[in-house]
């Protein structure tokens, strides 16, 4: 999840379809230096899908992230969660590196063991950042579970460490890409997929890198239960307006506010400071959710 200071500075360049902030390698969402590397960050699919059906041998095929990982500061407590072992039992893999997601195919099964059982409802948060939020929800819904999916090794250790503070047996954490994990998974397995604030990527020739699109959103939909949720949240206009364009128009989700409409932030999405200040500023943030058919 990302959250920046200055909540849609650049609206009206995104809106336009041109920004004087270039979007580069090092750099996501430009407005939060504690969240640089939180949005978006698990993603990634082909950029050309006809390119599946074609010979693969002796041929490239590029892959688009809707991600930028990035080697950021970790503090000791991060650091600490992610070597101790009172910790590890939050660690569905190894987490650090590229995160390998060999043998992850039910992730109900991870809390066979737990309070809850594996037949709880089960949310997944895609880019979860630093975990403040994420965290925040799990230890609101103890009855539910948890799972986060991130790349970001301090944000990884950061989220172990919380939830090892506060006892929460309703939490898992997987270091790795969300779509290739969400194909490995069976269908109809998830109860809610959650994506905030993921990167926006305004420029125009990064819109292929936006998570929400048809190819992903098959994916998404395809391992969401019958009425399931997909949620998300933004603080970019474009983009919400993008989202809306794209998900009213993909076959079997629902606009939970009928079409062409956002939703009221609902409760048990946790307002993070930076989104208070954006919009104590008057800034905007869109929320949409939408229900599997």
């Known amino acids: 999840m990302s959250q920046h200071p200055d ?8 809106n336009n379809n041109s920004t004087t902030d270039e979007q580069n390698p090092n750099s996501t969402n430009p407005m939060n230096p504690e969240a640089q590397a939180a949005t978006d960050t698990a993603t990634s699919i082909d950029a050309d899908a006809s390119s599946q059906n074609e010979p693969t041998e002796g041929k490239h095929i590029r892959i688009v992230n809707t991600f930028m990982k ?25 987490s650090f590196g590229d995160g390998n997601l060999d043998g992850i195919n039910d992730l109900r099964v991870l809390f066979a063991h ?33 799972v986060g999916v991130e790349v970001h090794e301090p944000g990884i250790g950061k989220c172990a460490y919380m939830a090892g503070t506060q006892g929460l047996t ?12 969400l194909k490995q998974l069976p269908e109809n397995h998830i109860d809610r997929i959650q994506l905030y604030f993921p990167d926006p990527w305004q420029k125009k020739r990064h819109y292929k890198r936006r998570f929400v699109s048809p190819e992903r959103m098959a994916i998404v939909t395809r ?33 939970q506010a009928g079409a062409g409409n956002f939703t009221d932030r609902p409760d048990f999405r946790p307002m ?3 989104e208070r200040r954006g919009l104590e500023r008057g800034h905007g943030v869109w929320d949409l959710i939408y229900i599997k058919d």
């Not at 990035?70 to 190894?94: D, G």
């Not at 994420?134 to 009855?143: N, V």
């Not at 309703?170 to 994990?181: F, R, S, W």
């Open 272 to 274: 993070t400071k930076f």
């Open 223 to 255: 391992s969401l239960k019958q009425g399931g949720w997909f949620h998300t949240a933004t603080d970019w206009e474009h983009y919400a307006f993008w989202m809306v364009e794209v998900l009213d128009g993909f076959a079997g989700l629902t606009n």
């Open 70 to 94: 990035r080697r950021t500061h970790m503090n000791k407590n991060a650091e600490l969660a992610l070597t101790a072992p009172e910790f590890a039992h939050y660690l569905v893999n190894n």
């Open 170 to 181: 309703n939490v898992k954490i997987i270091n790795g890409d969300a779509i290739q994990l």
């Open 7 to 14: 909540i849609n500075d650049n609206i009206n360049g995104a």
């Open 114 to 146: 737990s309070p809850n059982g594996s037949d709880a409802p089960l949310t997944v948060e895609i880019g979860f950042g630093l975990g403040d939020s994420f965290i925040e929800m799990a230890a609101a819904e103890p009855t539910r579970n948890f």
